[in-house]
């Protein structure tokens, strides 16, 4: 199941908070682990988090025809779907 990820990501029951997950994820990819930042909008059922890496990392996220950023968000609407609820994922550049 999820046993081998960090006990950080594991609340109640083994179900991921959406935004834990997306920096874990994000932060073992990139160069530049210190400067991703992940910011969550939305209350109720209908998350939206954005995603923010160091300029240099955007292509690590993003992937070749954004297949990496497509594997994240799926993984990310499993896990809102476990809670109940929807979310998206914009990857944004770097201010």
């Known amino acids: 199941m999820i046993s081998h990820l960090p006990l950080a990501l594991k609340t109640r029951g083994d179900q991921l908070i959406m935004r834990d997950l997306i920096e874990f994820i994000a932060k073992s990819l990139v160069s530049h682990p210190e400067q991703v930042e992940v910011r969550e909008f939305g209350t109720g059922d209908h998350i939206r988090l954005e995603l923010s890496v160091a300029k ?35 990857v944004v550049e770097p201010e």
């Open 56 to 90: 240099e990392d955007m292509g690590r996220v993003i992937g070749k025809s954004g297949k990496v950023a497509n594997s994240i968000r799926t993984l990310l609407r499993v896990a809102a779907e476990r809670e109940g609820k929807q979310a998206t994922l914009d």
